[in-house]
């Protein structure tokens, strides 16, 4: 596999592009509130993440180049985001929109760099991650172990195993000390799920959130989280992927 760079689909090494060095920094910004003489700082804030890639682009001619370039350009030149995958990093992508290209041709060769602006600034692991947990017990404990290197917003599908009426449903993960309660009735089948990306519960799809209360459990990367489900009989999928800072 060439050291080449993936977009909307596309694999720019079809166009002779080869990525010589990469820049992925992470960054956090902090806020403060000013009292007085002094300063408080809030929780960090991690901030979109700007990627630039030093690059070669060569070719057999010159004609050759500039047909190569002006495709690159035409693919790059996007004012939305797309998926944008590494060869070096080819286990995960960015939401990453188009920023910049500059640099200089050198007879049948171009060299430059371009670079992409990730306004969502985790990248996301290729593979989705889904599990399925039969609920039986009171509570049903659940051990949920995902990898990555960021906090995780995953979707909780319940599927109810027969009618149950007046249920407090609760999701809670013992491992960060969050949890969420829905308050309803449930008929057989009927699917129970909680966003946590989003912050919608849905009951069937449509939007159940009058009887909703407290905060939605993501997971910790890299440990086992610790995943109770209360009142609830059925069928528990916990779907995501991966995360990276």
Request: charged content about 20%; aromatic content about 10%; overall charge negative.
């Amino acid at each position: 596999m060439a050291n080449s760079l993936t977009y909307r689909g596309y694999d720019f090494a079809d166009y002779g592009l080869v990525v010589e060095e990469r820049s992925i920094p992470m960054t956090h910004r902090i806020d403060s509130i000013p009292l007085h003489w002094r300063a408080f700082a809030t929780d960090s804030k991690i901030e979109a993440k700007s990627i630039s890639l030093n690059i070669t682009v060569t070719a057999a001619s010159v004609a050759a180049l500039k047909t190569n370039m002006d495709t690159i350009k035409r693919l790059l030149n996007t004012q939305v985001d797309e998926r944008l995958i590494l060869d070096s990093l080819s286990d995960r992508y960015w939401w990453a929109r188009f920023k910049s290209l500059a640099g200089k041709f050198k007879g049948i060769r171009f060299e430059g760099s371009v670079d992409f602006l990730c306004l969502d600034p985790y990248a996301y692991d290729n593979t989705p991650v889904s599990n399925d947990y039969t609920d039986n017990e009171e509570p049903e404990v659940i051990q949920e172990t995902p990898g990555g290197t960021a906090l995780i917003e995953p979707v909780y599908t319940l599927t109810a195993d027969g009618q149950q009426h007046g249920v407090t449903v609760k999701i809670r993960n013992d491992t960060l000390a969050m949890e969420i309660q829905w308050v309803g009735d449930l008929e057989d089948t009927e699917i129970l799920a909680f966003d946590c990306s989003t912050w919608i519960v849905t009951l069937d799809g449509v939007a159940s959130m009058s009887a909703v209360s407290g905060q939605f459990p993501v997971l910790s990367p890299g440990v086992a989280n610790q995943i109770e489900v209360y009142d609830f009989d059925g069928n528990v999928n916990i779907a995501y992927r991966n995360r990276y800072a």
